[in-house]
């Protein structure tokens, strides 16, 4: 039997305000990020079950930490993680634009952009969070 | 019909022994493994040759590392199969030799862990899902996070989390086993180096070498092999876990040891309030406060006034990690959960000299590995 196709993996969308590919199990309702087309974890329907899902690139910021150690080559410390709860519903985890959680909190309104980033396989774009600047 | 382990033939811890937690160094595996072995077959004061399967936890040296080990004890042609199960490894080959004497399978069986770090090459890495934050958040970062949730949602200080690192280093300075052998000031805990987030390097748990092994027997072979009965210890519980999706829960950590425990709690006919002594996986300070509540041992928000208060200190109500735990005595990965079912043997059978929790008669012994899955053992003194 071939393999099913499976959708694109590319986690996010570019868009002026970027969105982030989920799946959705139709059989259970359950939304998730990152998408995978393997089944749905909560109920365990196939494949053919999962579909695309965008998921808007703004949500509540969970928890936050500055990272003072790290060994990987790309990307230098300090950097920040975020938790980031989607409008959508699902958590996500990435890295801030803030380098140091300087002025952040928790329930800060966050949104995701687009960065240019060098990987050690050459330039590539990876969508990280950023604190709303305007007032809400 | 399904039992519990309880309701199969009683299993009893009757051998315990460790090479000490240390930095890598150039000692073979096969020492620190023979080591642990050795030294259970000396407390248990039976030979190898009575042993009738072995469980080698171990998570780092490779295919088949159980009997280039065991031959040199004799080769008896016994069982033999390594079990890995991330950081729960040691407490899973538990497990799998209480099962085979449980179930009639053995009268005597031999869990040892045994690890030296290496390369990580887990297997959730090579599942071809990818996230936004791949390598760069590593379990420090993952529990720098949970973390700050929980300090801002209890108003929880720093200096109470890092009170973890205080007890525990307390406790490993008189464990001759223990990596760290060193008690610590609150200050000299804060004042890093800083790791993650709020985390410094004595709020995560040192990963070096070492060994511990475990012999388990049955009711016939303590009689046949004139195994002294009063130091015998019961497992009364074992039970393993791994992580549901939980809609509506914001921290899955505890949720997955929340109902792990209950689960066994059910299954020794136990209550909270009954536990004299617990191991828990204290890799980093934060999550002993997480589990303290998930296994119910205090309120919801409560851990951090807990940890403060002595009620979990040696000589408290229960004593939490007094082996000194994964941030003193370390976390060499296959040893950890094998260690702490002969820490709490120790103490019950109250022969934990300078750290020996009085009258200690129930204990729990906790892990969790990536993956995320959940291994709890419950042990007693027979009155
Ligand atoms: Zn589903």
Same mark, same amino acid.
């Given at each position: ?9 590319? =986690?996010? *969308?570019? +868009?002026?305000?970027? !969105?982030?590919?989920g ?8 939304? %998730? ?17 999962l ?6 690139? =703004?949500? *509540?910021? +969970?928890?936050?930490? !500055? ?11 300090? %950097? ?42 050459g ?7 950023t604190?709303?600047e305007?007032?809400? | ?23 890598l ?89 045994v ?11 090579k ?22 949730e929980?300090?801002n ?21 008189n ?42 027997a049955?009711?016939?072979?303590i ?15 074992s ?26 709690y059910?299954e ?12 828990l ?10 589990y ?6 205090c ?59 009085p ?7 906790h ?17």
């Amino acid at each position: 039997m071939p393999e099913p196709a499976t959708p694109s993996t590319e =986690l996010f *969308s570019s +868009a002026a305000q970027p !969105t982030l590919n989920g799946r959705r199990c139709r059989a259970c309702g359950y939304v %998730f990020f990152p998408p995978q087309s393997y089944g749905c974890e909560y109920c365990g329907a196939p494949t053919d079950q999962l579909e695309p899902k965008s998921l808007s690139g =703004l949500g *509540s910021l +969970a928890s936050f930490a !500055t990272v003072h150690l790290h060994q990987g080559k790309e990307i230098e410390a300090p %950097f920040t993680v975020g938790l980031i709860v989607l409008d959508d519903g699902p958590a996500v985890r990435a890295i801030l634009m803030q380098r140091t959680d300087d002025g952040l909190k928790i329930g800060d309104r966050m949104r995701a952009v687009i960065v240019e980033t060098n990987s050690e396989g050459g330039r590539a774009r990876e969508l990280r969070f950023t604190k709303e600047e305007t007032a809400r | 019909m399904r039992k519990t382990l309880r309701q199969m033939r009683p299993v009893y811890v009757v051998g315990i022994g460790l090479h000490r937690y240390q930095r890598l160094s150039d000692t073979p595996y096969v020492t620190l493994g023979l080591t642990a072995v050795r030294e259970a077959l000396n407390d248990a004061g039976i030979e190898w040759k009575s042993v009738e399967s072995a469980y080698t936890g171990t998570a780092f040296i490779g295919m088949a590392a159980s009997r280039p080990m065991l031959r040199h004890l004799g080769a008896t042609g016994i069982a033999m199969a390594q079990v890995e199960n991330a950081s729960a490894s040691g407490s899973t080959a538990v497990r799998q030799a209480c099962l085979d004497v449980a179930s009639s399978l053995t009268d005597v069986s031999l869990a040892v862990g045994v690890d030296k770090p290496g390369p990580i090459a887990g297997a959730p890495g090579k599942t071809n899902i990818h996230d936004l934050v791949g390598r760069r958040v590593v379990p420090f970062t993952h529990f720098a996070l949970l973390a700050n949730e929980y300090m801002n949602r209890y108003g929880a200080t720093a200096e109470q989390v890092a009170m973890v690192a205080v007890k525990n280093n307390r406790n490993g300075a008189n464990n001759p086993y223990a990596q760290r052998q060193k008690a610590v000031t609150l200050e000299e805990v804060l004042a890093g180096p800083q790791i993650s987030g709020s985390l410094t390097r004595l709020q995560c748990c040192p990963v070096g070498e070492g060994a511990a092994a475990v012999l388990v027997a049955s009711d016939d072979a303590i009689e046949k092999l004139r195994i002294d009965r009063s130091r015998a210890i019961r497992v009364t519980a074992s039970v393993s876990r791994s992580e549901r999706v939980y809609r509506d829960a914001k921290n899955f950590d505890a949720e997955l040891t929340r109902e792990t425990v209950a689960q066994a709690y059910q299954e020794a006919q136990i209550e909270p309030q009954d536990l004299d002594v617990v191991e828990l996986h204290d890799a980093f300070t934060i999550e002993e406060l997480l589990y303290v509540e998930a296994m119910g041992l205090c309120g919801e928000g409560e851990g951090a006034r807990m940890i403060s208060s002595g009620a979990v200190d040696i000589g408290g109500k229960c004593a939490i990690s007094a082996s000194g735990g994964l941030l003193a005595m370390g976390h060499p990965i296959g040893p950890t959960g094998t260690g702490q079912i002969a820490e709490i043997t120790r103490q019950l059978r109250r022969e934990a000299g300078a750290r020996q929790q009085p009258n200690a008669r129930t204990g729990l012994a906790h892990m969790v590995g990536v993956g995320a899955v959940c291994v709890v053992h419950v042990l007693q003194k027979d009155s």
